[in-house]
C-alpha cells in the first residue's frame, strides 16, 4: 500500500463537534503550537475528518500554515459525499472553501450509512502515526477514535489536557 511510506510522516486530527466558545482562541493557540512542533518533527501530511467544530479549526490551521511550510499537505478524509445535507449555510461554505484547498480529498463511503463515520475515523488512523485530538468525554466518536489510534500505538497528544 503506498500509505506506509508515509505513515511516519502522517498526524490527523479529531475532536468534538462542539467547541466551548470561550476555550476556542486556547484550542486555537495550543493546536497551532502542536501542528508547528510535529512539522519540526517531520510531520508532513495532515488529515482531517471534515466535521464541524475541532476538525474545522485544525483544517483551517493546516491551510494558515501552509502559506509558510509549503511542503505541508492537507488531506481530508470524508465519511460521505453529503455529510453537509443538514449543516447552515455559513458551515457549507466554509467547509467547501477548505475542501476546495485541501491537497487530496478521500471519500471513504459515497452515501450516508450508520458506520461511515466510524469507517472514516478507522481511515485515519489506520494511516497515521500521530493522532492530535480534542477529548473532554469518555464516550462518542472522539473517545472511540482516540482508543482505535491508542490500540494501534500511535502518539497521542490531546489538546484538552494542555489548557
Known amino acids: 500500500m503506498v500509505y506506509t511510506k508515509t505513515k511516519n510522516k502522517t498526524c490527523f486530527f479529531t475532536g468534538h463537534r462542539k467547541i466551548p ?12 503550537n502542536e501542528i508547528k512542533c ?4 517531520g510531520y508532513r501530511y495532515f488529515g482531517a475528518g471534515g466535521a464541524r467544530g475541532f476538525d474545522t ?5 493546516v491551510l494558515q500554515l ?6 505541508i499537505r492537507l488531506i481530508l478524509v470524508l465519511p460521505c459525499l453529503n455529510q ?8 457549507i461554505l466554509e467547509f ?15 452515501k450516508y450509512t450508520v458506520d461511515c463515520m466510524f469507517k472514516r475515523n478507522r481511515h485515519l488512523v489506520k494511516f497515521s502515526s500521530l493522532c492530535i485530538c480534542y477529548l ?3 464516550s462518542g466518536g472522539t473517545a472511540y477514535t482516540v482508543n482505535q489510534a491508542l490500540g494501534r500505538g500511535l502518539n497521542i497528544i490531546n489538546i484538552a489536557k494542555l489548557i
Open 136 to 138: 473532554t468525554e469518555c
Open 66 to 71: 501552509k502559506r509558510k511550510h509549503s511542503d
Open 21 to 32: 466558545e470561550e476555550k476556542e482562541e486556547m484550542i486555537r493557540r495550543k493546536l497551532k
Open 57 to 61: 479549526i485544525a483544517a483551517q490551521i
Open 96 to 110: 467547501e472553501r477548505i475542501k476546495s484547498n485541501a491537497d487530496k480529498v478521500v471519500y471513504t463511503s459515497t
Open 38 to 41: 510535529s512539522i519540526e518533527n
Open 84 to 91: 453537509t445535507i443538514n449543516w447552515s449555510k455559513e458551515d
